[in-house]
């Protein structure tokens, strides 16, 4: 268990860098654009659409995080009076469906990137595949942090199981 | 039988705590594998609904809050709320309320506004002989003006989707934000006249009012900011939220307030908030694209102009559907869903589309404060330490008086409309 979270640990820390990253560049680069248009009274055209792109990796990824913290909205009103073998249960039951979701978001993901390479962006040139892929790889990470709580969920001792239920 | 096989897997994954995002994704699955359609819409329109310039309204306006927060903003807005209001009867609870207001100008969501202003009152509250039940009660009841005081991520939220100005909704919500903010204080008065062991705290004099508006004079002028930008036509809402926190960096760097640390954190912070809105709104606009496909708008639409005679029966119908559902349901999830099947009706009922935003966003906050599952209740909680069946039995009042701010909104249009035709 505590292997797993070796493991796991650098990547989250590793794609949060890239998540603030992203958004310092996104601030930047809409500070830049709002700063042409008003100073040099001219508009430019490719940080509006690496913003919106930067965008969609900073979503994806950052909501992989948000499944290592369990902290999407979820309700868990209903479950918190089971007893714990049924509470167990659950929270095991919505991870494998999280899991089921994301490999589908995965697959799919993953032939739209493909049939998005000979697409090219209107404004930087650049191949549609490095939007799309973001969702494949978003969906990657998303599996294997859910992984990782649900075999944290089937061995961990009934009093930590309530925490994960709220 | 579709509509059955969508809305039965929808209620059983969420009754088991799946996450809402994935819990909506999951019932698209099902209603588009039942349908026939090719599972590969659902990355298109993943990328599709997050590749959009208004949206970035939303991660921007989230970060312009939290850089407020680390940047030592919060204190010197409760600061200067104190040294206005803090000595009449009541006054410590009547700074949180105005606080949360200022703060809600600031920040576009309720979780943010009540994380911000209860953190720092809810230790003043207490020495002054508050109830903590009280407390909790009034911060969590306070943040409600966050999501209708603009800036405003509902509102973002029902722009896009409907396709309505945002700039407009912003300006349709100041009013019922202000309405909402003076109605609670004015219960706060009452409320607290009941409650004798509070102490009365003396009122510092015109020189401490001027002392800490100067303090908070940088933070109080974002808005001014943001707002005069906005329906100025100068600046897109997009275009204010980057504004926004680029002057709160600028102001925390002033203060002295921010350091490199504190700001990644912020920035993280902000990552995660948007993620999990962003989840959700990704989610809940492929589910409302499969309800549209499968006509059920426009069947709910044909079926409320037959069943409700007027817009006066339409809306009294929307206000107790949403208040419901807001009770069960997260707000951005409900926003995007039942904007795009109530919304068509509203239209044929001639109701304002910029009213029936600010009606929506209304009800919809609203369900933060109730129970069974209102944010505001369990973040209020978090921070005080008082269980949610303790602040549920103070907040009610609270509830009643949202509520006749809500029929008054509901009924009365200009509160939303008179601001956009004087300035828009």
């Known amino acids: 268990m505590s292997g797993l979270k070796t493991l796991m640990d650098p990547i989250e820390k590793l794609l949060a860098a890239a998540c603030v990253l992203a958004f310092a560049t996104m601030l930047a680069l809409g500070v830049l654009t709002i700063w042409y248009r008003f100073v040099i009274q001219d508009s430019l055209s490719f940080p509006d659409e690496l913003i919106r792109y930067l965008f969609v990796w900073l979503i994806a990824l950052g909501s992989a995080i948000g499944l290592r913290r369990n902290i999407h909205a979820a309700i868990g009103i209903f479950i918190k009076p089971l007893p714990t073998p049924l509470m167990r249960a659950a929270l095991i039951f919505s991870s494998v469906c999280v899991i089921v979701f994301l490999a589908i978001v995965a697959k799919t993901g993953y032939r739209a990137t493909l049939s998005a390479t000979t697409q090219i962006s209107p404004a930087m040139r650049i191949s549609m595949a490095w939007l799309f892929a973001a969702v494949p790889v978003g969906a990657v990470f998303g599996i294997l942090f859910t992984l990782e709580l649900l075999v944290k969920q089937a061995i961990q001792p009934a009093s930590e199981l309530a925490a994960d239920a709220h | ?424």
């Open chain 2, 1 to 424: 039988m579709i509509i059955a096989s969508i809305f039965v897997t929808l209620v059983g994954l969420m009754i088991l705590r799946v996450p809402i995002a994935v819990a909506l994704g999951l019932s698209t699955v099902a209603g588009l594998l039942v349908s026939g359609i090719n599972l590969e819409i659902i990355a298109l329109k993943l990328v599709g609904s997050n590749n959009s310039f208004p949206l970035l309204a939303i991660p921007f306006f989230i970060l312009a809050g939290e850089v407020m927060s680390t940047g030592g903003m919060s204190r010197r807005l409760v600061n200067f709320a104190q040294s206005l209001v803090g000595h009449l009867s009541g006054g410590l609870g009547a700074v949180a309320i105005l606080a949360s207001s200022f703060f809600a100008a600031l920040s576009g969501s309720n979780a943010a506004t009540v994380a911000a202003i209860g953190g720092v009152m809810n230790e003043p509250m207490t020495e002054k002989g508050y109830r903590p039940a009280f407390i909790a009660a009034t911060i969590a009841a306070a943040g409600v003006t966050g999501m209708i005081i603009p800036p405003s991520i509902l509102l973002i939220l029902y722009g896009v989707v409907t396709g309505v100005s945002i700039s407009y909704l912003f300006l349709a919500g100041f009013l019922p934000g202000i309405v909402i903010c003076i109605s609670m204080l004015i219960l706060n008065y009452f409320l607290t006249k009941r409650e004798p062991q509070i102490e009365r705290v003396p009122f510092q004099g015109g020189g401490a009012v001027w002392s800490s508006l100067k303090s908070a004079f940088w933070p109080l002028m974002m808005p001014v900011i943001i707002l005069t930008g906005i329906y100025g036509g100068i600046f897109t809402p997009t275009e204010a939220a980057i504004v926004a926190v680029a002057y709160g960096l600028l102001v925390g760097l002033a203060f002295r307030e921010l350091t490199g640390k504190a700001l990644y954190n912020a920035f993280l912070k902000a990552v995660l908030s948007s993620s999990v809105v962003m989840f959700i709104m990704n989610s809940a606009h492929i589910f409302a694209w499969l309800l549209t496909i499968n006509q059920i708008p426009q069947g709910v639409s044909r079926y409320l102009a037959e069943t409700a005679t007027n817009q006066i029966v339409y809306i009294l119908f929307v206000n107790i559907f949403l208040l419901i559902v807001g009770c069960m349901m997260n707000a951005a999830a409900a926003i995007v869903i039942f904007t795009s099947i109530l919304y068509p009706a509203a239209m044929s009922f001639g109701i304002d589309p910029l009213v029936f935003g600010i009606i929506m966003v209304v009800n919809l906050s609203i369900g933060t404060v109730t129970p069974p599952l209102g944010v505001d209740l369990f973040i209020a909680s978090a921070i005080t330490k008082v269980t949610i069946e303790d602040i549920v039995k103070n907040v009610w009042p609270f509830i009643l008086v949202l509520i006749f701010d809500l029929l008054l909104i509901s009924y009365y249009p200009p509160l939303s409309t008179f601001l956009v035709n004087a300035f828009g």
